[in-house]
């Protein structure tokens, strides 16, 4: 059984950043690209910057410049440094992992951390 677990949202002050990790658990053999996504209220969920892993990173025009993705492999963990927040950044966060467990490859979803960019 594959697990990703989230961490490092709460609530940030407008301007000020945040660090969100991603640790992926279980049966693991190979894991490609690692992502995160955010899905505000009434809105869909929308990628904010994935990574493969051999480090090649993808943001969407939007999220370019306040956001970074990065990742350590050996520690099957993905984080997100996101920086100059503003109260439109307020979401539930995701990590999804593209990745072969024991039996298929297959992209796995975290449960959700909430980030609430509010003075």
């Known amino acids: 059984q594959v697990q990703l677990v989230e961490s490092g949202g709460g609530l940030v002050q407008p301007g000020g950043s945040l660090r969100l990790s991603c640790a992926a658990s279980?049966?693991?053999?190979?894991?490609?690209?690692m992502g995160w996504y955010r899905q505000a209220p009434a809105k869909q969920r929308e990628l904010v910057a994935s990574?493969?892993?051999?480090?090649?990173?993808t943001y969407p025009d939007s999220m370019k410049g306040r956001f970074t993705i990065s990742r350590d492999n050996a520690k099957n963990t993905v984080y997100l440094q996101m920086n100059s927040l503003k109260p439109e950044d307020t979401a539930v966060y995701y990590c999804?992992?593209?990745?072969?467990?024991?039996?298929?490859?297959?992209?796995?979803w975290g449960q959700g951390t909430q980030v609430t960019v509010s003075s």
């Open positions: 279980g049966t693991i053999f190979y894991i490609y690209t």
């Open positions: 999804n992992a593209d990745l072969l467990d024991s039996v298929w490859r297959k992209t796995y």
């Open positions: 990574i493969t892993s051999g480090g090649a990173t």
